[in-house]
Every structure is written in C-alpha cells, then in structure tokens.
C-alpha cells in the first residue's frame, strides 16, 4: 500500500521523454541492465500482444524471461512479469522501496526527480538482474528513442510493431517523425524484425539500421501470412 502511495505521489513528475534522468537513477543502483540481454518492443499496436508471444515461446523453450509491459489490463504487479507471472505485492514493495531511496536522493541532490516510468523500469531491471533472466522482453512505454528503456544497451533483437499516428504531442506530428522515434530502439548487431508497414516509414527503418549497423532487418511478408488451426 505505501509503495502505490509513493508512485501515485510521483505522478506530479509527469512524463518526461530523454535519458538523463534514467540514466543517473541505474548508475546509483549499479547499473543492473548491463547484467542483461534484451528484446526490445516498439511500435503504435500490438506491442502488449506480441510481447506475451515473444516471452511465452522462450519460456516454453526452457529459458528465464522478464517481461515489462505497461500499461496493465487488470493490476499494477503485471508490469513485472517473471515466467509469465506477475510478481508479488511484497516483491512490488521491496523493489520500489530499493528504487525510491535512490529518487529521492537525486532531487535532494538538485537532479530532476525520476519520474514514474522511470523508477517502474529501474525496479524491473532490478528485479530481472537480481532473478538472473536469460532474457527480458522489454516494452517501450512512448516512442523508442527518448523512451527510459532505451537507456539498454544489450539488445538482441528490436521489434517494430505496426507504426501509425500516436503520442503526436510528443513524438511529432507526421508518421515520419513518428517512425523516426521508434526506430530510435535500433541498436549495433541487433537484428531487426518489423511488421509490415507503410513505403515511407519501411525506408525509414532501413535507414536506421544501417546507420546503427544493425546485423539485418526483416520485415514481415503478409501475403505470408496464413491461418493456422490446431
């Protein structure tokens, strides 16, 4: 109860898109993230979707695997996921309360305040760290460049769900600029695997890819796409 007081008292925070703050929070906890290795999700639709699909295929294979998604459809502990399951309200309270000291600390210290994005997805690297994942499968919470879990630097694979027209006050108002955020999730040797998607914002992810030396970019073919019935 005293950790959702806490980050219902962090909304005041707002949303704050850019790295600084994230940044400096996982350096005064250690850094867990570099412990990791990443699937990153991006996109406008589907991302929830595709990252129960993702997860729930490494896990049948045999592996640990971290989920953080947001937001949730029916409670807060869904946010941290191990194996599929939400972690528990004491685990929800310890992480936070690991988490907030180190918050609290940086305004105290004339930094900006973390806001609650950022402290949910400190406690997950956290949590994912100290649980010894083999993967995460990590949702963006707004665009993908600016995003706090961006601030990942282990990513195998960087996914791009469908990308339309979404958060234009902050990503821009046309799906280029849009498409330019998301894929700011792009990473060195990453593979790259993407929905199918508009002319424009296709070249714009072929773009990136090769600029961050992605190791390849897949698309998705849909006239590859068939039903499937068991």
Known sequence: QEAMEYIDSCASYGIVPGLNSI???????????????????????????TLGFISTILTENG??????????????RERFQIQGKPISKAEVGRLMEIVAVHADAMEKENFAHPTPFEI????????????????????????GK????NVIEN???SVITSISRDHMGFLGDSIEEIAAHKAGIIKKNAVVVSAF??????????NMAEKKQASKIIFVDEDEIRDVKY
């Open 155 to 157: 990513t195998l694979v």
């Open 63 to 76: 592996y640990k695997v971290g989920r953080y998604v947001s937001p949730t459809i029916f409670e807060y």
């Open 197 to 206: 998607q508009e002319e424009n914002v296709k070249r714009i992810l072929e």
């Open 120 to 143: 949910e997805t400190a406690m997950a690297f956290v949590l994912f760290a100290e649980k010894k994942c083999d993967f995460v499968v990590l949702e963006t919470g707004m665009g």
């Open 23 to 49: 940044t400096e929070l996982l350096n005064r906890l250690g850094n867990p993230q570099k412990k990791l290795k990443f699937i990153h999700v991006a996109g406008t639709n589907g991302k929830g979707s």
């Open 146 to 149: 600016l995003d706090a879990t």
